[in-house]
């Protein structure tokens, strides 16, 4: 039960990264659409990009370690740590698009900028919201781990009710 519950928080944190990422470089392109540019070219144009900006996410998100569970990581340092990923993720997407699609589709500079942005705050939202349920099906005995503190001084209460403040 255990290791199912793990494998299903992983699975749905990188259905969540994925979805957030297309929604971020779709925002993007309404951004860029709105703010008077002539030459951007329907959506459905654009798929291409996406699902290549979606799979280099994705994969830098995994070689970050951001799937790889950690217990104690602050909402701030999985900010950051998102924050670095997206922007080298956004990099290399920049790369592979202008590579396959080179004299075929314009990538305006300013989408790239939001996208950029824009993933950066979806996927940290996305990851908050995974977090809070996941920590609410924990809550009630969900997926939950066993922890076995040796010592029964101060600094075991202390490491105990530590656990229990922060599960």
């Not at 590579?99 to 589709?105: E, H, P, S």
Request: charged letters at 15%; zero cysteines; glycine letters at 6%.
């Amino acid at each position: 039960m255990k290791q199912r519950a793990a494998l299903l928080f992983t699975v749905s944190l990188v259905i969540i990264d994925a979805v957030m990422t297309g929604l971020a470089f779709f925002t993007g392109y309404q951004l860029r659409l709105r703010s008077d540019y002539e030459n951007i070219l329907p959506f459905f144009d654009y798929w291409g990009m996406t699902l290549i900006h979606i799979a280099v996410t994705l994969a830098v998100f995994f070689f970050y370690r951001l799937y790889h569970r950690q217990r104690s990581l602050s909402y701030v340092d999985q900010f950051y740590a998102i924050f670095g990923a997206a922007s080298v993720g956004t990099i290399i997407a920049i790369a592979f698009i202008s590579f396959f699609f080179k004299n075929q589709l314009d990538y305006p500079r300013l989408m790239m900028v939001y996208v950029w942005i824009l993933t950066i705050l979806f996927t940290s939202i996305g990851r908050s919201v995974q977090s809070w349920v996941q920590l609410s099906l924990q809550a009630r005995d969900w997926g939950e781990e066993r922890v076995l503190i040796v010592g029964a001084g101060d600094v075991g209460r202390m490491v105990m009710q530590k656990i229990q403040r922060s599960p």
